[in-house]
């Protein structure tokens, strides 16, 4: 930060060097606006935004809790100034859809291993990658880092026909479960080992070689000192991986059949082209959009700053 | 409780980079012996090598009658104390302590009793609840040491671990770390850079140059009778003055030329180096300490024994006064002193101009010198040291001296 500003100090013609030159203190442009506007306007503005933000959300759960002929006479905001009757209907409605039923259950056998599966293997990969001495081994995260790059609408093709041929004993890989979660790990696993490596590489070296002479072995340290120590990123890679499988359709579209298909899917199938069918979708998309932020605020409490603080020095 | 054996170890990195030479040493039961040197020694690659986490080159090191060039770093039963300590920070002091027991599968109650036991000789057993970040550095440092306590290793290996905390609860810590030593009587090896670490806790002390060893010897032998120019240079605070001069006179009238000045020696000062015998006429290095020199005028001085100049700085410590005055004597500069200028962070000046060294005296604090008055200085010739000017040795009899170990 202060680095940063030095530099730009210095780099910056006329006034803010001549500034610099007199022994003020140095602030950046930027800083000084951001001084000068004061908190109260800058907090003010971030209410402002966030409510911005949620006002679809917001519309959501109104229309969701509004009757089919209210939504079509009316829009949701009206419900402030002229007080509708509101009901759970569209939910119940929706519960009794058993195809509805199966799709969250399908979601949920879809994102639950897609994101233990990336976390587990990234873990322990990133682990190896920052701290175990190996042939190859900068070669190999070289290459997991150029795989970072690559599209997934790029491997759709190839891996559907891959899919395709896999058949054992009437089991087919596409249209499967276990298809779409393979798909999700594979492209998961990438950004996920990248930024474990970046973050256990950070952990002091002296740690790993004192629970080694307490006669840890690798394994031992990575369970009882690695892992622990890794909690925030382990968090945030976990929520992000839930999410992204969570809200995905590209991939089910492609690799699900309906048997198998995540609610995104059957959402989208529900979608009629001219009248509005907001009863189904507007509840479904609520439904959809509680368990990610129940996951969210059950993991927040591992984004914990300084968890290194008093181990060296 | 084991001997440690280190037999012709050596360290080359996968550069090309050479740490350690042919180090020999015999740590024995229950010995404290401290490696020390000036950064980059390779004090540190040598206990790391003991400790199993650094790869063994060279050579062989024995823990307690068995070789463990192969044997990993947790199989090797030696606990290390870490300069940065290496605390969890995860877990409690109580959890830090203990990790290495319950890594062993000790059971849960004999962990519990072993941990309260150590925390009651660091005096941390208020503080077991407690999480690392919320400890003092010296509290840490106990943790540390309690880390190493509790698994009743065969050798305790430290590495500077005193470096981080401030002067005034280093000395107390030193003092701890001494204690707790004796009482567990756990073979010890030590490393720091600080020779004043070294003297007081050490049974014995190993110096050591650029990957090589020097002298190995009890602190006060280390003092007495250094074995070459580094060791003498390094030992000693303030640092062991060293200039050349040229030995005249005859054996029954030895005397010393410095900068135009002459030193009468005493008779003894033959019988104590018989090998000085052969330097007549010749250049020497001499090596006064500091403490072997006092204001004249304060103690009796025959003709002969004194040397005058003028006062260039004083320093009253308090308990003496550090007086700075230049000789014209020539400057020593070999390779020795270059890597003691190094590690001081000054410059040896070349034979550019003219012979001119700074001395320092450690006065008695009656002294009434102030900076610009000439001073005359007596000179405790009978403890003079003396260098050959080539090799850097020490020139004792020709037994009567430790040999530099590794010379080559």
Partial sequence: ?313 | MAEVDLTGVGKVYPDGTRAVTDLNLHVADGEFLVLVGPSGCGKTTALRMVAGLEDISEGSVTIGGRVVNRVPARDRDVAMVFQSYALYPHLSVRDNIGFGLSLRKVPKAEIREKVDRAADILGLTDHLARKPRNLSGGQRQRVAMGRAIVREPQAFLMDEPLSNLDAKLRVQMRAEIARIQRDLGVTTIYVTHDQTEAMTLGDRVAVMKKGELQQVAPPQELYDRPANLFVAGFIGSPAMNLLKGTLSGDAANPRLEIGGQTLALAGEVLTGHPALASYFGRDVVVGIRPEDMEDAELVDAPDGTTLTSSADLVEAMGSDVLVHFAVEAGQVVTEDTKELARDAGTDVLGGLEAPHTVLVARFSPRTRVKVGDPVTVRVDTGRLHFFDIESGASIWGSDAGPTREDEG
Wanted: zero cysteines; proline letters at 5%.
């Fill in chain 1, 1 to 313: 930060m202060t680095n940063g500003k030095a530099a730009g100090t210095r780099t910056e013609p006329g006034g803010a060097t001549a500034s610099g030159a007199a022994g003020a203190p140095r602030r950046g442009v930027a800083s000084r606006i951001v001084g000068r506007l004061g908190g109260g306007f800058v907090q003010a503005m971030l209410v402002l935004i966030a409510l911005f933000w949620l006002v679809p959300t917001i519309g959501l759960l109104v229309a969701s809790l509004r009757s089919t002929q209210d939504n079509a006479a009316s829009g949701w905001w009206t419900v402030f100034t002229r007080p509708t009757e509101l009901t759970f209907g569209a939910y119940s409605a929706l519960l009794e859809k058993d195809d509805f039923v199966d799709s969250f259950w399908n979601t949920i056998m879809i994102t639950v291993p897609s994101t233990v599966l990336v976390v587990v293997i990234a873990s322990l990969a990133a682990y190896a990658f920052a701290w175990m001495e190996f042939p190859g081994r900068d070669w190999l995260f070289l290459a997991v880092v150029a795989l970072l790059v690559v599209p997934v609408q790029v491997a759709l093709i190839p891996v559907a026909k891959l899919y395709g041929r896999v058949d054992v004993g009437g089991f087919t890989m596409f249209g499967s479960v276990t298809g779409v979660v393979l798909f999700h790990v594979a492209f998961g696993l990438p950004f996920a080992i990248f930024l474990l490596r970046n973050f256990f590489a950070a952990i002091p070296r002296d740690l790993l070689e004192a629970a080694r002479m307490d006669g840890g072995s690798e394994w031992t340290i990575f369970r009882r000192v690695i892992f622990p120590l890794g909690g925030p990123a382990i968090a945030s890679l976990g929520i992000f991986q839930f999410l992204w499988v969570w809200n995905d359709l590209l991939v089910a579209l492609v690799f699900a059949d309906t048997g198998s298909q995540p609610m995104t899917k059957w959402l989208q199938s529900q979608m009629r082209q001219f009248t509005g069918n907001i009863d189904i979708l507007a509840p479904g998309a609520f439904l959809s959009l509680i368990v990610p932020l129940a996951v969210f605020f059950a993991f927040q409490r591992y984004f914990v700053q300084g968890v290194l603080a008093g181990s060296v020095k």
